[in-house]
């Protein structure tokens, strides 16, 4: 017997980037908040010229806020990206995971602001399944990569059987049973 209703066992890698411009020159040491887009995705590099002097951390019930200062030890203005990992979400049948919102995308409200002034943040997402990223197949298909929203069950249930079947031989899926 098959049943489609089983969940994914999805990780979904969001990872927040946005540019920003460094700021005033002070002495540091390098940090690895700085990224750069590879073939692989992305990926944390070093960065000698900007160093993250302070990073205060609020949690509540409600919010979570980080406050980042960063400064700049070159003699010239740098541009850079600048990566936020966020937490895996992975469901399985045992999840019990409430995510109040319907954003497929920026599912945890994330938001950048600098110098005072809102950023555009760039969202990467992945769904690796056994330690590979089956992002493209899952988009192929049409499928979000947001696990815990009720439109990805919906789209996983409008899926032929033999999708299911490849999707469980890839570890994405759960065999009925």
Request: include cysteine; charge should be negative; proline fraction near 6%.
């Amino acid at each position: 017997m098959f049943d489609r209703r089983h969940t994914l066992p999805l990780c979904t890698l969001g990872a927040l980037v946005c540019l920003a411009a460094a700021m005033t020159g002070w002495p540091a040491q390098a940090n690895d908040t700085s990224a750069q887009l590879a073939a692989g995705g992305l990926e944390f590099v070093q960065n000698n010229d900007v160093e993250m002097t302070s990073e205060d951390l609020f949690i509540s019930a409600t919010e979570v806020r980080v406050r980042y200062v960063f400064r700049n030890r070159a003699k010239q203005d740098v541009t850079t990206l600048v990566a936020f990992p966020m937490p895996d979400i992975t469901i399985t049948e045992a999840s019990n995971l409430a995510i109040p919102v319907e954003d497929d995308v920026n599912f945890l409200k994330f938001r950048t602001v600098i110098n005072g002034k809102p950023v555009t943040a760039d969202i990467q997402q992945r769904a690796l399944a056994v330690g590979v990223d089956r992002s493209a197949l899952l988009r192929e298909l049409k499928v979000p990569l947001a696990p815990q929203l009720p439109s990805t069950q919906a789209a996983l249930d409008a899926l032929p059987k033999d999708k299911w079947d490849d999707l469980i031989k890839l570890g994405l899926g759960i065999p009925a049973g």
